[in-house]
T-cell receptor, first 112, second 118 residues
Framework: DQQVKQNSPSLSVQEGRISILNCDYTNSMFDYFLWYKKYPAEGPTFLISISSIKDKNEDGRFTVFLNKSAKHLSLHIVPSQPGDSAVYFCAASAGTGNQFYFGTGTSLTVIP | GAVVSQHPSWVICKSGTSVKIECRSLDFQATTMFWYRQFPKQSLMLMAT?????????EQGVEKDKFLINHASLTLSTLTVTSAHPEDSSFYICSARDLWTGSNYGYTFGSGTRLTVV
């Protein structure tokens, strides 16, 4: 049973516009969330995180929003750049030190 | 920052042989390492959790006798795919957990290993 879901397998955005990647989870105990970026045949690279005590975290062009009541988080990338083209995974963990469960990924293509 | 080294990055082996993949934490001690598998266009599926000095905990559906995991030290975990078959061909990724600190909660991934069984 997939506890973390990314319902959009792919997304295309024009360069300079905003990319919004969505992630839903089912386990209300999840309280730590990560976003990773992954290129083919490479390991995931950490992007940004958020804990359940916050509803927003920003780092440069990347902002993650958390809606605990809806069990939903989103990653905003603005402005989008061609180098952002990759697969993005969200991950969630329940409690400190526990494993992270990953979503199925969204393939982002930024069109120059 | 924390670095996790994974080797080899790719390997081709004959069906029936065994392959060992190493995962090392280079600048920190990892009491826990995780092994994932990714099929094309699919998510990262957790295979097992490896704790230093103890037996690995396998996820449901993962054959522990086929995927042998050893975590003999605080900086090294190995995954051995025994009697490999073409259906074992996949991308295997390890991750290591440092102290629960930093913006990534101490969770760092290796670069992955592409296994092709012919």
């Amino acid at each position: 049973d997939q506890q973390v879901k990314q319902n959009s397998p792919s997304l295309s955005v024009q360069e300079g516009r905003i990319s919004i990647l969505n992630c839903d989870y089912t386990n209300s105990m999840f309280d730590y969330f990560l976003w990773y970026k992954k290129y083919p045949a490479e390991g995931p690279t950490f992007l940004i995180s958020i804990s359940s005590i916050k509803d927003k975290n920003e780092d440069g062009r990347f902002t993650v929003f958390l809606n605990k009541s809806a069990k939903h988080l989103s990653l905003h990338i603005v402005p989008s750049q061609p180098g952002d083209s990759a697969v993005y995974f969200c991950a969630a963990s329940a409690g400190t030190g526990n494993q992270f469960y990953f979503g199925t990924g969204t393939s982002l293509t930024v069109i120059p | 920052g924390a670095v996790v080294s994974q080797h080899p990055s790719w390997v081709i082996c004959k069906s029936g042989t065994s392959v060992k993949i190493e995962c090392r934490s280079l600048d920190f001690q990892a009491t826990t390492m995780f092994w994932y598998r990714q099929f094309p266009k699919q998510s990262l599926m957790l295979m097992a959790t490896s704790n230093e000095g103890s037996k690995a905990t396998y996820e449901q559906g993962v054959e522990k006798d086929k995927f042998l995991i050893n975590h003999a030290s605080l900086t090294l975990s190995t995954l051995t795919v025994t009697s490999a078959h073409p259906e074992d061909s996949s991308f295997y990724i390890c991750s290591a957990r440092d102290l629960w600190t930093g913006s990534n909660y101490g969770y760092t991934f290796g670069s992955g290993t592409r296994l092709t069984v012919v």
